[in-house]
């Protein structure tokens, strides 16, 4: 699937990159060097939006390397109708200070399908607790 990227001055060595063909998500990179402290949280600005299709949704997932840090990307989604640039959540849950270094990779942007819910006060007929014949079959 092809993913349009939004320029919002993103280096073009600094676009969402996949190292391999079979990874399912392409590394984000950080633009500048900043420290976290314990329980800090920082809204990192990557450079570039998507145009993800309607069906699927956006998220920017942790690194396995830096979650065992403490260092976590939260899981806001990026909705298919949203053009705006894309930005990082990160956490500091462990208790120590976290310095993330100018285009270190701090997290991996995954696209995947999304069931669009349809939510409604009433889900027709319920089922009962019954089996073996009890519809009258």
């Known amino acids: 699937m092809k993913i349009k990227l939004i320029d ?4 073009e060595n600094r676009r969402p990159y996949r190292p391999h063909d079979n990874d399912a998500g392409a590394d984000v990179y950080m633009p500048y060097e900043l420290t976290l402290k314990p329980g800090e949280i920082a809204k990192i600005p990557l450079g ?9 949704v956006g998220f ?6 830096m979650a065992v840090k403490g260092l976590v990307c939260e899981l806001p989604p990026v909705d298919s109708g949203y053009r705006g640039e894309i930005h990082a ?3 500091n849950v462990s208790d120590a200070e976290q310095t993330i270094h100018k285009d270190a990779r701090i997290g991996q942007l995954i696209i995947t399908p999304v069931i669009i819910a349809d939510y409604v006060l009433s889900h027709g007929e319920q089922r009962g607790t019954g089996a073996f014949g009890s519809t009258g079959v």
């Open 8 to 11: 919002f001055g993103v280096a």
């Open 48 to 56: 570039f939006g998507i145009e993800v299709p309607d069906g699927y």
């Open 60 to 65: 920017v997932f942790p690194r396995s390397s």
């Open 89 to 91: 959540i990160l956490s």
